[in-house]
Structures are given as C-alpha cells and as structure tokens.
C-alpha cells in the first residue's frame, strides 16, 4: 500500500494541469495549487501516508458528510422530509431546481440540501452551540481534539456568500426553514470552514467503511444500515454534477470539497483521504479524483469490481 501512494503521489506532484484553485471564497484562493496528499486508512486502523498529509486544508462540501449523519441522528427519516435523495445533475450552487419543487432541495449535498440540513440540526439551540455540537462530533469521529474551524475562511465565505444566502432565503420564502436566515448561514459556512489534514478525514470516515463502527475507538457512530445508506448517497450525489463521471471513474462513494479535498469509502476495506487544491470544472479536485482512479485500478477496490 505504501508502495503505491508514493507512486501516486510523485506521479500527481509531476503533473502540469492541476486544475483551479477555487476563487469565488477569497481565502481559498490564496491556497498554494502545488501540494499533494493521500492517507489511507484500514479498518485494522493501520494508516498510510503519502505527500503533505498533516497540512490542514480547509474541508468545505465534506463536512456535510458529517452534518448529515449528525441529522439522522437527531431527526432520524424525518430529515427526508427536509431534502430528497436524488443527484441533482446541476451545479453544486444551483437555484433552478428549487424553484420548480417548492424549496425542498434535491439531496444533502448540493449546497441549498446542506444549508437545510443545518437548519434542521439547530433544532431550537443558538448558531454557536450547533457549531460546538459539529465540532465535537467531527473531533470524535477522527479521535483528534485539535480539530478547529478556521475562522479566516468562515469570514471569507460570509463576505462573498450571496449565491448561498440566495439559496437559504428562496428556502425560506417556502415556509421551510426553522430559524432565521442568517444564523442558517452562520452555522453552513463555520461547518464547510472546518480545517484538517488528510490523515484526520481519512480516520473521520472509517466508520462508513466499517459498518458504521469507528474501530479507532470502538464506537459504533451509526448503524450499519445507515452506512450504507451514506455511502449511497456518496456514490450518487457526493460530485454534484460530476457524479456519475466519478462513479464511472473510480467507482467509491465519495465526497468533494471546493478545498480539493474528498473523501472516499471503499466499504469492508479502507477509508481514504486525498487532497489537490486545484478543482475541474465542476469543482472537485482535479489530481484527487485521478489518485484515486488510480488508487482503485491498483488495488481493485471499486464497489462495482466482482473481485
Ligand atoms: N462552502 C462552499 C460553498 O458554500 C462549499 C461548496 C463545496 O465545497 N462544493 O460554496
């Protein structure tokens, strides 16, 4: 395993098209394109790394992995009457498909279904203790307390945030939010602010490849049935628009960040973590999802592989 995550990694690091660092949050931008990482992490709880992988990058659309089982948790299926579970086919930040089925976002993912979930995870508290509750959920998914919001970024996020407070308040003119507006906001953008490397998401995300037990500690965060429902979502919604690409592709639930990060599961077998900053089209990491193209041709572990 070793052996073939340094072989990604010089090969990623030697490549000239890294794709595109994301510019519309300011913070981001500032992100060098030219780092790489890769942590793999076996349910023996046995970790392998490669490239920068104790860099923190900001996580961004992977934290709404973490939101979303934190709501079945507290709402159980009643968070499906908050967010449906179909890919979208459109842009992470599109609006269009709010608007022909009345506010309720099509899935968890997409950025207006992330900003609901956070509506319905605030159940009644203040911004800041969701955040707290966030924070320590992700802590303890990842056995690391050092995990931390980085608050540079929140405040980028929020300055430039229009095309998000657009999306919450067409929710909210449905009738469908709880609390107001901008707390919503407020709790959206600290959780996407989340800092960590890749070896700390990697571990975060071994309870989806272990039947919803974190064998890091001995946990069982959720059950399994509901890891794989998690994964399917993942596998069907964690790309936006380039889902079906990165099924096709790699062929592992997965979920991206506008930070070039993703998180990936292959169930029974390993969480993973890579990071490229620079993004495709679409937005997901460019040299990520080619890693972990090639991670998966190397070690078979594509959930559609009969091996
Ligand atoms: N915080 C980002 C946004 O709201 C998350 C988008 C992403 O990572 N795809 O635009």
Redesign the pocket.
């Known amino acids: 395993m070793q052996d073939i995550i340094d072989e990604i990694t010089s090969d990623m690091l030697g490549r000239h098209d890294k794709g595109k660092v994301?510019s519309?949050?300011p913070q981001l931008a500032c992100v060098d394109p030219n780092q790489f990482a890769i942590s793999v992490v076996l349910p023996s709880g046995e970790v392998f790394n490669s490239g920068c992988t104790s860099t923190l990058f900001s996580i961004?659309?992977?934290s709404k992995v973490f939101t979303l089982t934190l709501a079945l948790g507290k709402l159980g299926n009643a968070i499906w009457k908050r967010v449906g579970r179909e890919p979208s086919g459109d842009p992470?930040?599109s609006i269009v498909q709010l608007e022909h089925e009345q506010g309720k976002p099509r899935n968890p993912f997409v950025?207006a279904g992330?900003i609901a979930v956070a509506d319905a995870i605030m159940q009644g508290h203040p911004p800041k203790e969701t955040l707290a509750e966030i924070l320590q959920f992700v802590r303890f998914l990842a056995n690391d307390e050092t995990i931390a919001i980085d608050e540079k970024v929140a405040r980028s996020?929020l300055e430039t945030?229009s095309?998000?407070a657009s999306l919450a308040h067409f929710m909210a003119s449905f009738g469908h939010f709880e609390h107001p507006v901008d707390q919503v906001l407020g709790t959206?953008?600290h959780h996407?602010?989340i800092a960590m490397n890749t070896q700390q998401l990697a571990t975060a995300g071994l309870f989806l490849a272990n039947n919803g037990i974190n064998p890091s500690t001995g946990f069982a965060v959720v059950s399994a049935m509901r890891a794989k429902r998690i994964n399917a979502l993942m596998l069907t919604c964690g790309h936006?628009d380039g889902s079906g690409e990165f099924a096709f592709r790699v062929g592992l639930p997965g979920k991206?960040?506008?930070?070039g990060g993703i998180l990936a599961v292959a169930p029974g077998k390993a969480s993973i973590a890579v990071w490229s900053p620079g993004l495709d089209s679409v937005?997901n990491s460019k040299l990520g999802s080619l890693a972990l193209e090639k991670l998966a041709h190397r070690t078979g572990w594509s959930i559609f592989s009969a091996d």
Request: proline share 0%; glycine share 16%; hydrophobic share 30%.
């Open positions: 994301a519309y949050i961004q659309s992977i992470f930040n950025n992330a996020e945030g095309r998000n959206y953008f996407c602010s936006y991206s960040g506008v930070g937005g």
